[in-house]
């Protein structure tokens, strides 16, 4: 029903900045609200950024002030400006796109993109 393209990753060093895009198609119409995710190995998957289509956001305590969330509606498309990069912030990030119905939350995902950050 929705899909959603990634790109952005790569490596940087700490204290640099990356900037991820996810691409929505499909239902977007349908989209409640986009955010990113984070998964490092042997790690449960956890909540960076989202924002919903009315553009509310909420950020995980650590990112505050140095990550950015937002949304170009228009387009589809959802984009996180990561700044002063940490290097425990090495993870693969998702993008996450979430839709409601009267009963149950369906949440799509993005293929990741591996973000390294080298100190």
């Known amino acids: 029903q929705v899909q959603l393209v990634e790109s952005g990753g790569g490596l940087v060093q700490a204290g640099g900045s990356l900037r991820l895009s996810c691409a929505a198609s499909?239902?977007?119409?349908?989209?409640?609200?986009m955010g990113w995710y984070c998964q490092a190995p042997g790690k449960q998957r956890e909540l960076v950024a989202s924002?919903?289509?009315?553009?509310?956001?909420n950020y995980k305590d650590s990112v505050k002030g140095r990550f950015t969330i937002s949304r170009d509606n228009a387009k589809n498309t959802v984009f996180l400006q990561m700044s002063s990069l940490k290097p425990e912030e090495t993870a693969v990030y998702y993008c996450?796109?979430?839709?409601?119905?009267?009963?149950?939350?369906?949440?799509?995902w993005g293929q990741g993109t591996q973000v390294t950050v080298s100190s």
């Open positions: 499909g239902a977007t119409f349908s989209i409640n609200s």
């Open positions: 924002i919903t289509s009315d553009g509310i956001t």
């Open positions: 996450n796109a979430q839709t409601r119905t009267r009963y149950a939350i369906y949440n799509y």
